[in-house]
């Protein structure tokens, strides 16, 4: 992907363009989560802050928006709940943001010997928790494995999550305040060793297991251990882990950040695709060149923050760009509008097994046999995938509709971007195909009798493959952490002499750092990176 996916036409925000010959001590390159709250965080410091951002709107992979013509249902199109970002930053900033917990943690509809059933973990675990261990597995044992395997994950966070908004600590720094088999199972060894040492059941393993492959494409044995990385991030958020509601839908967030950096004095531009970041070697300051309404224009800054991929920043730097070290994303994201929800041959009510979420052919043994198949470029046979109805939670979204309708979204695993290279469409409509059939088996009437259809009398299915998320959002390769996480730490041999160092959001070189996802705390809607390159800015002040 070379620079011209960053140009675009121009409109403004805010205070307007700056000329070229202008300067700015920030200019921050992508209006995403991470450059808004960079953006608020630096303007609030005083400083003068210019957002570049090459669409035609703010909120990057975080927006809402209607998506079926004839409804006035706004879909979070991409991210979809929020769950690292922590609650101090939001405070911080002031952000009127309302994040609603989901009544239901997860449900699992289970086929035994043909027979319907479930797993029903409720968000406060009690007796009907237990007992659903106990009738899908029939013993007390694994659920209280479960509940001693996530204490020792609730001791990791509780250790990790205080210092997501500090200066990076180091991997020997942490480990010392960790049981050194909780540091083992969960940082040092394939987190697929500890799964199958500590559970029995395929169903509960598998539902432990999903959370260390959203958006990752691994076994969980992989060496490289990014399974591990995964799941810490997914169970670290504010030292709880929990998945919350935004009310309003994504947008909701980064409207609100949007707002504070502009209240604070932040200029953001839309419309402005940058094509060039030039960087003195001396680290004294840069100038970056975009494709605005009025042209192509340059602005000087003190210092430039990256909310962009650290691949896609090379581009923009003029860098040689080896396509081999591509991120390449691994999800398939289908949004859907129901006229009402289906009943679950489980029985189950479906407010109950839809709040919160509804894995889908996520049995570990088929988790690991959907990973073997994509690896050999295959969609998978049964495709594993998470459900959820954000519209139980949060109602606002739907609009003026029907009684009953809903929304439901999936969110599917082991689907890298490879499978759709040869033939997208076909590909992506097999995907969506076996995604469905993996609900359908499951319910008592299949979903597309409860599928709403549009104004054009069109299903009102959504389905986007990593092709699509490159093509939207130009992020590289679809992948939607802008590549392989990192751990929240540094190792201990690291050097941390400056201050970009110290807040994980270096580059090569002093007067550009990283914002987004790519810094070494970044992925998730979490803000991290906007927050720790802004901190970094003002340290070295």
Request: aromatic share 6%; with cysteine; proline share 6%.
């Amino acid at each position: 992907m070379g620079t011209s996916s960053y140009r675009g036409q121009g409109g403004r925000y805010g205070e307007g363009v700056s000329g070229t010959g202008s300067s700015k001590d920030v200019v921050i390159v992508g209006g995403g989560h991470n450059g808004l709250v960079a953006a608020a965080y630096l303007a609030r410091a005083g400083l003068s802050v210019q957002v570049l951002e090459r669409l035609d709107h703010t909120g990057g992979a975080a927006v809402s928006a209607p998506t079926f013509a004839g409804h006035p249902t706004r879909l979070s199109r991409y991210s979809y709940l929020v769950s690292v970002m922590p609650e101090q930053l939001m405070a911080d900033l002031g952000l009127d943001i309302t994040l609603v917990s989901r009544p239901t943690a997860s449900y699992t509809p289970t086929l035994r010997d043909h027979k319907p059933g479930g797993l029903h973990v409720e968000r406060v675990e009690r007796d009907a928790t237990r007992r659903s261990f106990l009738e899908l597995t029939g013993s007390e044992s694994e659920y209280d494995a479960w509940r001693e395997f996530y204490a020792d994950v609730a001791e990791l966070a509780h250790v990790v999550a205080p210092t997501l908004l500090e200066p990076l600590p180091t991997d020997r720094e942490l480990a010392a305040r960790v049981d050194p088999g909780i540091w083992r199972d969960l940082v040092t060894t394939p987190l697929g060793v500890a799964i199958e040492r500590r559970f029995v059941d395929d169903t509960v393993r598998g539902v432990v297991a999903t959370d260390a492959l959203i958006g990752t494409f691994a076994s969980m044995h992989d060496d490289s251990l990014i399974q591990n990385r995964c799941f810490l991030y997914h169970l670290i958020g504010n030292g709880t882990g929990e998945w919350r509601v935004p009310v309003g839908g994504m947008g909701a967030v980064t409207d609100a950040l949007a707002r504070a950096a502009v209240t604070a004095g932040a200029e953001i531009v839309t419309g402005a695709g940058v094509r060039e970041i030039r960087a003195d070697t001396s680290g004294s300051g840069a100038e970056v060149t975009y494709d605005g309404v009025d042209g192509t224009r340059t602005i000087a800054a003190g210092r430039v923050l990256a909310n962009v991929a650290p691949w896609v920043l090379k581009h923009l730097l003029g860098e040689p760009v080896d396509d081999s070290t591509k991120p390449e994303g691994s999800q398939l994201k289908i949004n859907v509008l129901l006229d009402r929800l289906p009943h679950l041959r489980s029985g189950v009510d479906p407010a109950v097994a839809f709040s919160g979420t509804l894995h889908l052919g996520e049995d570990y043994s088929q988790v690991e046999a959907a990973y073997a198949d994509a690896a050999a470029g295959r969609v998978p046979s049964t495709m594993p995938g998470e459900v959820y109805c954000h519209s139980l939670t949060d109602p606002s979204i739907l609009g003026d509709v029907p009684a009953g309708m809903h929304t439901l979204t999936y969110f599917g695993l082991h689907t890298p971007a490879a499978l759709f290279e040869a033939d997208p469409e076909g590909a992506k409509a097999l995907a969506v195909e076996r995604a469905i059939a993996s609900l359908d088996q499951h319910l008592v009437e299949p979903l597309a009798s409860c599928v709403a259809r549009d104004a054009a009398g069109n299903p009102c299915i959504e389905a986007k493959i990593p092709q699509d998320i490159e093509r939207d959002l130009a992020m590289p390769g679809g992948h939607i952490f802008h590549g392989d996480l990192e751990w929240p730490w540094a190792p201990h041999r690291s050097r941390l002499d400056t201050p970009a160092q110290q807040w994980g959001v270096a580059t090569h070189l002093d007067s550009v750092l990283l914002c987004g996802s790519g810094a070494r705390r970044g992925g998730a809607v979490s803000g991290l990176g906007g927050h720790n390159a802004a901190q970094a800015v003002l340290a070295s002040r």
